[in-house]
């Protein structure tokens, strides 16, 4: 295990796992933002987190993985896929690259239309509890998505990963906005609740 961490192959994987999850975010936070002259529909908040993911896949998928996402990560390490230790580099990685990816945004984005660069929070109908039954069941979903559609012992096409799991982030997306903001990904709430320096008594859900 010890080995592991000290081969080329596992420090690009670690890196690619940073500048994935910066750039998923930097698309994913920039689609949500309100400017002045057109606010963002939730069609299109969805599309462009799902198309960010997908993208993020084809792109880097071969080298790590690309989980851009310590709930996948996490659920790889528990269906041991990987190494605690890969596990532990790449949430890292993950969570320091949300902060960049939120930060960049942050840096490029006029004062007027950065708002609270899209925190999640719960609607104000929504209760705690049910909050989380949501998270659960769109990130369950993710989950089986992408063990399903990486699953080598399938027998037939399985068609294109990266289109499968960016649908299935789109379709999260599309439901769990009206609840949460939809997060399905610690590191997508992590890094902008750093950057504005905004932690909600909700933010574990």
């Known amino acids: 295990m010890k080995r592991e961490i000290l081969t ?19 698309i ?15 069609l299109q908040i969805s599309l462009a987190f799902g198309l960010a993911i ?9 080298i790590s993985g690309a ?8 659920a790889f390490f528990v269906g041991n896929q990987i190494s ?12 320091v690259g949300a902060i960049a990816g939120a930060g960049i945004l942050y840096g490029v ?5 950065r708002g609270n660069l899209a925190i999640n929070a719960l609607n104000n109908n929504t209760s705690p509890g049910q909050a989380l039954v949501v998270e659960m069941i769109l990130t369950f979903q993710l ?19 990266a289109l499968s799991i960016g649908l299935s982030v789109a379709l999260g997306h599309l439901i769990g906005i009206y609840f949460t903001g939809c997060s399905m990904n610690p590191a997508r709430s992590f ?7 905004r932690f909600s008594p909700a933010h574990w859900v």
């Open 8 to 26: 080329l192959a596992f420090a690009r994987a670690v890196s690619v796992e940073f500048i994935a999850t910066l750039i998923f975010v930097f």
């Open 28 to 42: 994913g936070l920039g689609s949500a933002l309100k400017w002045p002259s057109a606010l963002p529909s939730i």
């Open 67 to 74: 989980h851009i996402n310590p709930a996948v990560t996490i």
């Open 84 to 95: 605690f230790l890969r596990t532990l580099f790449y949430v890292v990685a993950q969570l």
């Open 191 to 197: 890094g902008p609740a750093v950057v504005m320096r």
């Open 143 to 161: 989950a089986i998505c992408i063990f399903a559609s990486t699953d080598n012992r399938r027998s037939g096409g399985v068609g294109s990963p």
């Open 54 to 62: 997908g993208t993020m896949v084809q792109a880097f998928g071969h």
């Open 109 to 113: 984005t006029p004062a007027n239309t």
